[in-house]
């Protein structure tokens, strides 16, 4: 076992459960950075900082709810002198691929006088199964605008192998590394993908980004994730992000996962079945 303890934020998130588990598996030392935490830690508080940081040689930084909400590069810019402060040498930054507003937080990492690695990312292919998306899988019906758009998903476990390596081996310093998926395919054949793994009925619907607000906000979803959303579906779902990169390839040597193979893997979990 490693003495070099990782700070993991975001730890209980759809990456940093993934960089957590992968780490202890692998012996290393590490610190989860969440609210529940034995030692709490929440990117509001910045009281809370100085304890998780604490001891810590390195951290993956996976900023919530996103590096393109307002005040970010503050928040981050403290973040990195806090941990510059505590003797931490090394973070990895979850960045957003396609994000202008991601690009200044990305400086401040790369300015910050500690080693860096990047890795830019943007649909994940878990927001079917694990996030905002979830809940239209099960309903039989996945409603959301742009699905014309082809987008490249990201597994989530390729995020967390590119940033368990960046965190723990050499040769990852000074790296941008932009993950996507093989193949780029729209929201649409997503969903068909998913239905035909599952052996469901699911429909999408293409819908407004007007009446795509509505639908969240009687759905009770917090005003804040809808305002992300919106975002994200207004603007970097344009078309920006349809090209693949080889992110995946350079960090691991391996193809990237494809989203075929996460509707069977995932469908084979039962988690888009319907109960009752």
């Not at 989860?32 to 034995?38: D, L, M, P």
Request: charged content about 20%; aromatic content about 8%.
């Amino acid at each position: 076992m490693t003495n070099n303890l990782i700070l993991v934020t975001g730890g209980t998130g759809k990456t940093g459960s993934r960089v957590a588990t992968r780490l202890a598996q692998a012996g290393h030392s590490i610190r989860i950075g969440s609210r529940s935490a034995e030692i709490p830690f929440s990117w509001d508080d910045r009281g809370t900082w100085p304890a998780a940081l604490a001891g810590v040689h390195a951290a993956y930084v996976a900023y919530q709810p996103d590096l393109a909400v307002p005040g970010a590069p503050e928040t981050l810019r403290a973040f990195a002198a806090a941990a510059k402060q505590s003797g931490l040498r090394k973070l990895v930054l979850l960045s957003g691929r396609g994000e202008p507003e991601a690009v200044e937080c990305e400086e401040i990492v790369q300015e910050s006088g500690l080693d860096w690695t990047i890795v830019r990312c943007s649909f994940f292919a878990q927001n079917f199964s694990e996030g905002a998306f979830t809940d239209y899988v099960l309903a039989g019906e996945v409603a959301l605008p742009n699905g014309d758009v082809p987008e490249p998903f990201v597994h989530a476990d390729d995020i967390a192998d590119v940033a368990v390596r960046a965190l723990t081996e050499d040769g990852h310093q000074g790296e941008v590394y932009e993950l996507t998926g093989p193949r780029a395919l729209t929201f649409a054949a997503a969903v068909a993908e998913i239905a035909e793994a599952t052996g469901r009925e699911i429909a999408f619907i293409p819908v407004s980004r007007t009446d795509f607000v509505a639908a969240l906000t009687d759905y009770q979803v917090p005003a804040d994730v809808v305002s992300l959303l919106d975002y994200l579906f207004g603007t970097i779902l344009d078309g920006r992000n349809s090209k693949t990169a080889d992110g995946v390839r350079r960090a691991l040597g391996r193809e990237p996962k494809d989203f075929t193979e996460y509707a069977r893997e995932t469908a084979a979990t039962g988690i888009w079945n319907i109960q009752g």
